[in-house]
């Protein structure tokens, strides 16, 4: 839903708060949020599939890198403002800090997700590297679950802003990783999840 529809929602309930205060929250707590929901994480397999997609921000492209694993489950996400490996290397740089570094990457044949993932098998110190596979069909799951994101994105009036763009995706992102169960003491609903999140 979009911000005004949430402010539409809340005053059939009684509530009147304008959409632009509904914003200021998720741009004040979803980091708190997204914060919880990586100490929570269910543990994801080690066999990764890496994607980016375009997302529009004040009419330019930039760039939300995304990870699954095999099953579907997802590993982690960053918005950028380029594509690049540095970019790449960020994106993976948080995704190995949260669930640990994998034993394979699934990705396209982007050079920029290559060069990142080679770069990080140069400065381990352990002598376990990360693989680098390229099966087209293998990232459909991933390719299939960006529709997600981006229906949701499609609903709004779009993003003015990088920061608040990357705060609402987070947002969407975390009501994704609750509705695919990855919450450890999820509790009965998905909104009792949530709130758990935001205690």
Request: with cysteine; proline share 1%; hydrophobic share 35%.
């Amino acid at each position: 839903m979009s911000y005004r529809d949430v402010e539409e929602i809340l005053r059939i309930r009684g509530v009147q708060v304008d959409h632009s205060t509904i914003q200021r929250w998720v741009f004040k707590f979803s980091p708190m949020i997204e914060s919880n929901m990586h100490k929570r994480k269910k543990k994801v397999c080690d066999s990764w599939r890496m994607d980016e997609t375009y997302i529009k921000v004040a009419g330019k492209d930039r760039y939300l890198y995304r990870a699954v694993d095999k099953h579907g489950y997802t590993i982690d996400f960053l918005l950028t403002k380029r594509r690049m490996k540095g970019s790449a290397q960020k994106f993976l740089n948080k995704a190995i800090g949260n669930n640990g570094k994998p034993r394979i990457i699934n990705i396209d044949k982007s050079g920029a997700n290559t060069t990142a993932i080679r770069t990080i098998n140069r400065r381990a110190l352990s002598v376990k590297k990360i693989k680098i596979r390229r099966v087209k069909y293998l990232n459909n799951i991933v390719e299939q679950d960006h529709r997600t994101v981006k229906r949701r994105v499609g609903i709004t009036t779009g993003f003015k802003e990088f920061e608040s763009a990357q705060r609402t995706l987070a947002g969407i992102e975390i009501i994704n990783i609750i509705r695919k169960d990855q919450i450890e003491d999820s509790r009965a609903s998905w909104f009792a999840t949530f709130r758990s999140l935001a205690a």
